[in-house]
Every structure is written in C-alpha cells, then in structure tokens.
C-alpha cells in the first residue's frame, strides 16, 4: 500500500467524524481573524523547508503557491492532513501543517499538492487521494487551490486573496532565517516582490517591488541571539532606518551612519516570524521570539513558557545599543526610539524598558554634549547656553563628583519630546545655571568660606570672548527672573588690569588713557566678536552689577573721600555748591553724602549729615529743645547758622539738608521688645527661633529726660510728629515672633507707653498732665484735635475723665435702679450699710428721733406792744463795763446769763419738754442730774453796748465753741438778721454752710434789741 493510501486509510474514521460533526469544520475555517491567512501559513511551512523563494500566482479561478524547498517527507503528508497533529520534532521548524493549514480550505474544497517525491489531493479535509504527477516542477514544490468552497463564490476568493498578496510588507521577511525572496503575481491585478538584501551581519534591506510603481527599499538593523534549548531558533531586535538628509539610495561603500539613522517604529511590532496583529508592546522597535501564542497566533500567551524569551529579548535590547554606538548610530536623535519612563508598557515587557535603563546608566552608552557616551550616573545636564560656555575642564573644578569627573549629556532637540522623556528618566544630574551660580559665591570677599584661589585662577585664565559669553548668560537668566541680586557681591567684573571686583566700584572705560583713578572695566568683555545680542546682554549684567559711566556724581564721590573723610578732612566752602547742584539733578545721589562730615555744627564741629539737626535761625523746629535735654555723647547737634553766607540759598540749602538725612523732625527710633513694658507677654509667645524671627519696637530716644521737665516746645514738637502719623504708620505696636508657625504676639509699642507716663500734654490752664488726665477743650492754640486720630486713642487721651464721667452715670442710674436720688445718696447708703450693726441702730433711733421731734415755736401775741417792752428792758440793760482786778471780769455777765438761760429755755424748749440746740436744730446731746438739759449761752452779736438776754443762743457744747470761735459770717450778723424773715439765718461755722432756728419771739425780740442799741451797725 502506497502512503497516501495508508495515510488515507487511517483518516477514513476522522473524516466520518468531521462529516458528523459539522461545527469542528466551521471552528477550523473561522479560526484566523483576518481574510487569506493562509497566506501566512504557506510561508512558514516553505520556511520550515529551507526554502529561499517563493511564488504566488493567483487567477481568477484558484491560487498556486510555489517554493524551493525539500520536497515532501512521508511524515508532511501525515501532518498536513491531519488536524492539529504533527509528525514534525524538529524544534527548527516554526509552523505545522496540522490547524493551520486547514485555514486553506475556507476557500477551497480540494487544495492539490505536487512535490518532486509525492502528489495528492486533500478532499473532506483529511483524505489525501493520489494524482498524476505534473512534468514541469524543476525540483519545486507547487500547492494548487481552486476556489471551490460553495460557501464563497470565486470572486470573493480572487478579491480577498488579492489583498492579501498586495499587504506583505516588508515585515513578513524581516525575522525568517532563510527565506529570502516572496514573489507574487494576480492576473489582472498587481503583481509585485519581497526581496530580503544583507549589507551585514546586523543591516538589512527589504527590497518591495510592484507592477504599478518603482521599487522602496527598507532598512532594519536586526539583532538576533540564540534561544538555548531550541536549537537555531533565535530571538531579535529589529530598529528601522531612515535616510539621513536627502539621501534615498544606499551606498555599501559608504558608512551607514553618514547615510541612515534608526528611526521609531510606530508602532513597533510583535512577531512570532510574522507580526502577531493584536499584540501590543508600547515600544518603538521591533521584537521577535518563538513565542507560544494564541491559536489564531494574533497575539502572545500568557504562559510561564514565555518568560524567559521576554527576559532574554531585554538582555539583547540593552546589549544591542553597544554594538548600535560602534555603528555611530547611538546619537540623541535614536534615544526618541528608545521607552521612557511616561510610554504605556504593559507589565510583560517593562523588563525591556528597564534592561536598556540600567545599561544606559551604568555603561558608557549615553550620549554626551561632546558627541561621546558615558555612563548616565557619570553625566550632567544644563541649558545649552550654559553647556556651551563651560566644557568638561570646567566641570571636573566647578561640580562636585566622587570618581570620574562629570561631563555634560547630549540634550535633546525638542523639550518634552520622547529623546527628552529617555534623557529624564536617566540617573543623569541636574546641574544648570542655579547650581553654577551656587559655585561662583565663593568670589564674595565677604563670604564666611575663604577665597578659592583655584576658582579665581580659573576665571583669570579665561579670555575676554569668553567673559562676554559669561556675563550675557547670567545677564539672560537672571536678570528676567529679578535674580541679579545674587552675583552683585561677587567680584567677578574683570578690570582692564586683569584684577576682578564687584560691579559697585567698577567703571566704564571712557578712553584709552584714563589715569583718574577709577577701576576700569576691560572694554573687550562686552564688544568682543560680532554677535550684537550677546555683546549688549553683557553690558547690561554689568550694569545691573552696578558698573557705570564716570560722571558728576563719581567725580562728587571721589571729591568726599578725598576732602571730607574721617581720616582726610579738608572742607572748601564752594564744594557745597557742587553738592547741592548734584542732588538736584539726580535726587538719588543724596546717599552718596551720607558717611562723609559735609556740615559743620554750632559748635564749630564737622558732622556727617544724621548727626546734626535742622532748628533756628535757619528753620524753627524745636528740635534743640528736645536735644538739649535728651543729648547725651554722641547726640544729634544743631546745624551751623552761618550757613546762608555758604553761596548758596537757605531754601535750596535746607532742602539738600533734608534730602541727605539733616534731622528734621523728631525721630521714631526702633528699638527691641526687650525695652518694653510688655515684654513678659512679647517674650511668651514661644517657638524655636527661625529666618522668620521678628524683634520690633519704636520709641523716642531721650524722651523721660526732656518730659521731666515740661517745656511748650518739646509738647508742640511731640504733638506735631505724632499728628503726622497715618494709619500704616507702625510706631503704635510693638511686634516679636520667634517662627511663622506659632506666629506673633503684638502689644503697645514703648513709644505710645512713653507718651502715657509722662505728663507732657499742656492745658490752657498752665498744667502738664499726662494724656489720660488731658481735656481736648483746654488744649493750647496749635495742638490740633481729632478724636478719630489711632495715636490719641492708642495713648489714653482724656480717658481717666472720661472713665470717671461714666463711672458717675453708670452710678447715678444704678441709684436710680435702686431707688435713691442719686450717686450720693447711694454711697450714704453704703455708707450706713458698713456700719457696726450696734452703730447703725443708735444712728437709726437718732434719726426717727429727729423725725419725730418739733421745734419749739413761739409767737408775740402783740407784736407792738412786746417790742415797746423790749425796748424798755433794753434802755435798762446793764452796760458792758469790765474790771481791772487779778484778771478782766465783765460785771453783770453772771445775772444776764442767768436771766438768758431762763429765756431761752422757754423759747427752746417744745410741748414734749425736749429743750434744742438752735444750730443742730434737735434735741441737746445731754441732761443734768436735776433733769434738765445742759444748755450753753452765747452771746450772738457781740458789738453792742449793753448786755440783752436776748442777744444769747441756746446751743450744743459743739456748736457753741464754733459761735465762739470759727465763726466766719460774725461781722455781718447784724445785717442779717434784720433783713431775715424767716426762721432760720443761714451763716458759716468752721468753713461750712449752716444755719440758727429762731423763734418768731426770740427773732422779734432780737431786732428789737439791735434797733435800741445807740451805735450804727457797721
């Protein structure tokens, strides 16, 4: 029995099943995703021969495929016929003719196959029949498939076939080891060729060729390794290539850097021999393995078999790139092709991306400014600018390194390109125009580090081009982003001399021999070469250094150091013309006047500008009043009056005064919160001490000694420079912080405590005071008032008067609340409330007694008649005549007195027999043993002639030595009480207002007594 017939024969149960089973025949067909995959299938299988060419040809009817590849084994005929089994062991081989061939028969019923050694035809897809073999194969293998599937007509067979010829790409010999040549020809449509060139063992050429258009080449660089364990079968790389320029023809006997560069595939494909069309690996080049994929080989499957190809395909991308540098290849430009860290890579091959990371890092395979490669870690980057003016000598001074001295990277031609990306994610260091500018501070004289002689060698050595290029780089980034100010103290100016200083202190050269003694600059440091740009950008830094023109104002400068120095003074009185002209053409030059003693003082001595003050004659400050008091050593002292005769006029001479710093107005000196009042609270506000700190206080310095003793002048200047506080003025409040997180604790300054201790606010009264006791109504002319004023408030102005005006309010209506009449009342009542409760009861009774008593009253019955007695009685009234004998004694007085105790107390005693005393107008404090009340009888009116029991008074022990002897109203009593109508004569005792109860009687008989008497009142 002849093989086919075995094969046949062992098939005949398999096609029983397919025939019984339609749906595995329908799986089988639908198993590939696109139209004429067989095409695919073909190719792997003449690959799997050893063939080298192939060739389609596809009419109307049918397709033929032919290869040169060993003829057909038993064992093809066992495997092409069967489904999913094959005979094939060899690990070489890259297709079987099991389900993937069977892909063929969607098209047609009974595909016919001619080899040298065998020819049949496949009928229900797994029976082979034997044919006649064909005459003509010269060694060739030919597959003929007429389009006899009922299920698509012949036409959409042609059509589809048609377009998968046309669609072979260049990819579809790209990673076959021996084929090399795909030809296809369509009867009525485009016949075209594949054809594979080696230039060398990495470069290829893919050569596509058509019948409607002239041959394109493309070009790969394709790196292949072995797999271990599979015998020849390889993984690859594969970088495509682009002309350089406006080349489009290779030529071998060239260098292929000067001709092609390696350009992104996009997208960069997957392929098992052929591009696995769904497959996705986020990179822009080409990968190859024998990997296991799905059955319908679109895509790549997830199985542990897989792994190691993905680990040995990111060994071979990071060790291509060194074979790619030799090549001249490994440019800037090709690292857009390589992944960086933002490109979206699924997790199987990020292993790629980190392979070619680390060598890139690691090895010298980094692109550099320098057109070399270097280890990434061993790199820094800048802005070109920066790269161009300090090459890989500088480096190795200026930036820090441990091994090997730093170099600059390549930089990518476009920021934020996919070049850019790859350089970022690189362990390659920033070091741009900031960290330079860090570098450069040690040319500070000033700073704490000393002076790197090395670095200053090494700027001395440069030349001036390239001085220009220095300054025009720190001049364009810098200056832009306000940033000058940190090169301004670094003597990096280079003088004509070869010496460098700051640019304060440096000059513009204004001729060839200027010997006057200023520093000039080199001239060829900002008009070197012919790049206008870069040469105005260098002068511009130098003048933002501080570098300028000698004019008047230099010259004015060089003058004071010479004249008017501490050390060198020698004053002309015409100097003072030149300087007051100079500030008024530039008002800004007045700081040039400030360290050097350009006035002379009252006393005949020579000051710097802030240690005089501006007063009489030649302005009325009142500033010599404040200093006078306050000065101590070193004090502020006035300004020379004989200034005018100086040649020039007061009012241009005061006002170049002022714009120096002459003092002109009181000073609100800042002082430390130490000095404060408040500084326990300032202090407390707690936290560890940061750049953030604060310490500020204001105060008047002196001001306790010139208050101590009050002066008009001084309160009118005080008034008049607190006045010229506004509301951003911040002499009110004292402020210390030690941090900004715990922020800041704020109190009275020690100015406004100042201003509230002392009693320095005059009154129209003549009175100092301090403000809290001030009254605004009795402020002296030219002490303007507005209560709305912060300072007024801040320092108490009129609040102790305005407290106590509320305090008596808040206390007249809580009387009232209460129910008393006012204030008063309800401190009596408080009063009474402190008392000892024994107290409070006798005071009690005394006063209900009061309440309850009445006054005696006594009324002549015939006013008349009573009077004509009395004056009788008065007629025969004893004289007031006195004795000399051991002592004065008055005769009579004992029997007057008598007869007056008798009078008065009828007339002072009431109907409850209670005798009073006339002033306190109650009951007298005590009686006698015999019951009576204890009475004292004192004269009232005492010039008189005669001695009248009327002319007495009832009254109290008290009360009667106040008649006696504190009796301030004496001399007009007599007046009184002939003018006095009522019952009561109101007088002073003792410097208070009180006032004598009469009797109508005793009042009648009274005036009486006064008319009889002979003498006048007086």
């Known amino acids: 029995?002849?093989?086919?017939?075995?094969?046949?024969?062992?098939?005949?149960?398999?096609?029983?099943?397919?025939?019984?089973?339609?749906?595995?025949?329908?799986?089988?067909?639908?198993?590939?995703?696109?139209?004429?995959?067989?095409?695919?299938?073909?190719?792997?299988?003449?690959?799997?021969?050893?063939?080298?060419?192939?060739?389609?040809?596809?009419?109307?009817?049918?397709?033929?495929?032919?290869?040169?590849?060993?003829?057909?084994?038993?064992?093809?005929?066992?495997?092409?016929?069967?489904?999913?089994?094959?005979?094939?062991?060899?690990?070489?081989?890259?297709?079987?003719?099991?389900?993937?061939?069977?892909?063929?028969?969607?098209?047609?019923?009974?595909?016919?196959?001619?080899?040298?050694?065998?020819?049949?035809?496949?009928?229900?897809?797994?029976?082979?029949?034997?044919?006649?073999?064909?005459?003509?194969?010269?060694?060739?293998?030919?597959?003929?498939?007429?389009?006899?599937?009922?299920?698509?007509?012949?036409?959409?067979?042609?059509?589809?076939?048609?377009?998968?010829?046309?669609?072979?790409?260049?990819?579809?010999?790209?990673?076959?080891?021996?084929?090399?040549?795909?030809?296809?020809?369509?009867?009525?449509?485009?016949?075209?060729?594949?054809?594979?060139?080696?230039?060398?063992?990495?470069?290829?050429?893919?050569?596509?060729?058509?019948?409607?258009?002239?041959?394109?080449?493309?070009?790969f660089l394709r790196f292949d390794a072995p797999v271990a364990g599979l015998g020849q079968q390889n993984v690859s790389v594969a970088f495509p290539l682009g002309f350089v320029g406006e080349a489009t023809q290779y030529e071998p006997g060239k260098p292929l850097a000067r001709q092609l560069?390696?350009?992104?595939?996009?997208?960069?494909?997957?392929?098992?021999?052929?591009?696995?069309?769904?497959?996705?690996?986020?990179?822009?080049?080409?990968?190859?393995?024998?990997?296991?994929?799905?059955?319908?080989?679109?895509?790549?499957?997830?199985?542990?078999?897989?792994?190691?190809?993905?680990?040995?395909?990111?060994?071979?991308?990071?060790?291509?790139?060194?074979?790619?540098?030799?090549?001249?290849?490994?440019?800037?430009?090709?690292?857009?092709?390589?992944?960086?860290?933002?490109?979206?890579?699924?997790?199987?091959?990020?292993?790629?991306?980190?392979?070619?990371?680390?060598?890139?890092?690691?090895?010298?395979?980094?692109?550099?400014?320098?057109?070399?490669?270097?280890?990434?870690?061993?790199?820094?980057?800048?802005?070109?600018?920066?790269?161009?003016?300090?090459?890989?000598?500088?480096?190795?001074?200026?930036?820090?390194?441990?091994?090997?001295?730093?170099?600059?990277?390549?930089?990518?031609?476009?920021?934020?390109?996919?070049?850019?990306?790859?350089?970022?994610?690189?362990?390659?260091?920033?070091?741009?125009?900031?960290?330079?500018?860090?570098?450069?501070?040690?040319?500070?004289?000033?700073?704490?580090?000393?002076?790197?002689?090395?670095?200053r060698g090494w700027l001395a050595a440069k030349p001036a081009e390239w001085h220009q290029q220095l300054y025009a780089l720190l001049h364009r980034e810098l200056v832009a982003d306000g940033d000058v100010q940190r090169v301004v103290d670094l003597e990096l100016v280079r003088l004509r001399d070869g010496r460098y200083r700051r640019g304060t202190g440096s000059y513009f050269p204004s001729g060839l021999d200027d010997d006057d003694g200023f520093p000039r600059v080199d001239a060829s440091v900002y008009n070197a070469g012919r790049s206008k740009p870069q040469q105005a950008a260098a002068r511009k830094l130098l003048e933002e250094l501080g570098t300028r023109d000698v004019g008047e104002a230099e010259l004015v400068e060089a003058l004071l150091k010479d004249r008017y120095a501490q050390t060198s003074h020698r004053p002309r009185v015409g100097d003072m013309r030149r300087f007051v002209a100079l500030v008024e053409t530039d008002p800004t030059k007045a700081a040039l006047f400030g360290p050097y003693f350009i006035f002379e003082d009252e006393n005949g001595s020579w000051r710097r500008p802030q240690g005089c003050f501006l007063d009489s004659p030649l302005r009325d400050t009142g500033l010599r009043a404040y200093h006078t008091r306050a000065a101590g050593k070193g004090g502020p002292v006035g300004l020379a009056g004989r200034y005018p005769d100086a040649g020039v006029s007061l009012p241009r001479l005061l006002k170049f005064a002022e714009a120096t710093g002459v003092i002109t107005a009181l000073l609100v000196a800042e002082c430390s919160c130490v000095l404060n009042p408040n500084w326990s609270y300032l202090a407390s506000v707690g936290g560890g001490r940061s750049e953030f700190h604060k310490d500020q206080d204001y105060m008047f310095a002196g001001f306790e000694a010139v208050t101590a003793t009050p002066d008009m002048r001084v309160s009118a200047l005080v008034w008049r420079t607190m006045e010229s506080f506004t509301q951003y003025t911040k002499g009110l409040q004292a402020t210390y912080q030690m941090n900004q997180r715990?922020?800041?604790?704020?109190?009275?300054?020690?100015?406004?405590?100042?201003?509230?201790?002392?009693?320095?606010?005059?009154?129209?009264?003549?009175?100092?005071?301090?403000?809290?006791?001030?009254?605004?109504?009795?402020?002296?002319?030219?002490?303007?008032?507005?209560?709305?004023?912060?300072?007024?408030?801040?320092?108490?102005?009129?609040?102790?008067?305005?407290?106590?005006?509320?305090?008596?309010?808040?206390?007249?209506?809580?009387?009232?609340?209460?129910?008393?009449?006012?204030?008063?009342?309800?401190?009596?009542?408080?009063?009474?409330?402190?008392l000892d409760p024994a107290e409070r009861l006798v005071f009690k009774q005394q006063v209900e007694n009061r309440r309850s008593f009445s006054l005696p009253e006594s009324q002549p019955g015939d006013p008349d008649r009573r009077t004509e007695k009395v004056l009788a009685m008065a007629a025969e009234a004893p004289e007031r005549v006195t004795e000399e004998r051991t002592r004065s004694v008055s005769v009579g007085l004992q029997a007057v007195k008598q007869e007056a105790e008798q009078y008065l107390r009828r007339q002072y005693t009431n109907a409850d027999g209670e005798m009073i005393c006339q002033v306190c107008q109650g009951p007298l404090p005590f009686r006698l043993t015999d019951g009576r009340y204890y009475v004292e009888k004192v004269e009232f009116i005492a010039d008189v002639d005669r001695r009248h029991h009327q002319n007495y008074l009832a009254l109290c022990p008290n009360h009667a030595a106040m008649i006696q002897h504190a009796h301030g109203s004496a001399d007009l009593v007599r007046e009184m009480l002939l003018d006095c109508d009522t019952d009561t004569l109101d007088i002073v005792l003792a410097e208070t207002d009180a006032n004598i109860y009469f009797t109508r009687t005793h009042l009648h008989d009274l005036k009486a007594v006064i008319t009889s008497e002979s003498r006048p009142s007086s």
């Open 1 to 219: 029995m002849s093989t086919i017939a075995e094969v046949r024969a062992k098939h005949l149960n398999l096609a029983q099943v397919l025939k019984d089973h339609v749906g595995i025949r329908k799986i089988v067909e639908d198993l590939y995703p696109d139209q004429a995959h067989f095409i695919y299938e073909l190719l792997q299988n003449a690959q799997d021969t050893g063939a080298t060419s192939v060739a389609f040809r596809l009419v109307r009817g049918g397709l033929t495929f032919e290869h040169d590849g060993r003829p057909f084994l038993p064992g093809d005929i066992f495997a092409i016929t069967d489904i999913g089994e094959s005979n094939k062991v060899d690990e070489d081989k890259i297709g079987r003719f099991g389900v993937g061939f069977k892909a063929v028969f969607a098209y047609s019923e009974t595909p016919t196959i001619h080899s040298p050694t065998f020819s049949f035809r496949i009928e229900d897809l797994v029976l082979p029949t034997e044919v006649p073999p064909l005459g003509n194969l010269h060694g060739l293998t030919r597959f003929i498939f007429p389009f006899n599937n009922p299920k698509k007509d012949q036409l959409s067979a042609y059509e589809e076939v048609a377009i998968g010829l046309s669609e072979l790409s260049e990819m579809a010999l790209l990673f076959l080891p021996s084929l090399s040549s795909i030809s296809w020809s369509v009867d009525g449509g485009v016949s075209g060729e594949l054809l594979r060139i080696p230039h060398s063992a990495e470069h290829m050429e893919i050569l596509r060729q058509s019948s409607d258009g002239a041959a394109v080449g493309f070009h």
């Open 261 to 455: 560069r390696i350009v992104a595939a996009n997208p960069g494909q997957v392929a098992v021999f052929f591009p696995a069309e769904k497959e996705t690996s986020g990179l822009r080049f080409h990968l190859h393995a024998p990997f296991v994929p799905e059955l319908s080989r679109a895509s790549i499957k997830e199985t542990p078999a897989n792994i190691p190809l993905f680990e040995q395909l990111a060994q071979l991308s990071a060790g291509s790139l060194h074979r790619i540098k030799e090549m001249g290849l490994l440019t800037a430009d090709f690292l857009s092709v390589l992944p960086n860290p933002l490109d979206p890579i699924p997790p199987r091959y990020q292993s790629i991306r980190t392979a070619i990371t680390e060598a890139m890092n690691r090895e010298p395979l980094t692109p550099t400014q320098a057109r070399g490669h270097a280890p990434a870690r061993a790199l820094l980057q800048a802005k070109a600018s920066l790269k161009d003016l300090l090459g890989s000598d500088d480096l190795a001074l200026l930036a820090r390194h441990d091994d090997d001295p730093p170099a600059w990277a390549a930089s990518a031609a476009q920021k934020n390109s996919n070049a850019d990306r790859f350089l970022t994610g690189l362990a390659i260091r920033d070091w741009d125009v900031d960290e330079f500018v860090d570098r450069l501070q040690v040319l500070d004289p000033d700073d704490w580090r000393h002076p790197d002689e090395e670095l």
């Open 742 to 834: 715990r922020g800041a604790h704020y109190a009275s300054s020690k100015l406004v405590h100042q201003l509230r201790a002392a009693a320095w606010v005059p009154q129209s009264d003549g009175r100092f005071v301090v403000p809290a006791e001030a009254r605004a109504d009795l402020l002296p002319a030219g002490f303007p008032y507005d209560p709305g004023k912060r300072w007024l408030k801040a320092i108490g102005f009129g609040e102790a008067l305005a407290k106590r005006s509320e305090e008596a309010k808040q206390k007249q209506s809580i009387a009232k609340q209460l129910g008393f009449q006012d204030g008063t009342a309800l401190e009596d009542a408080q009063w009474f409330a402190g």
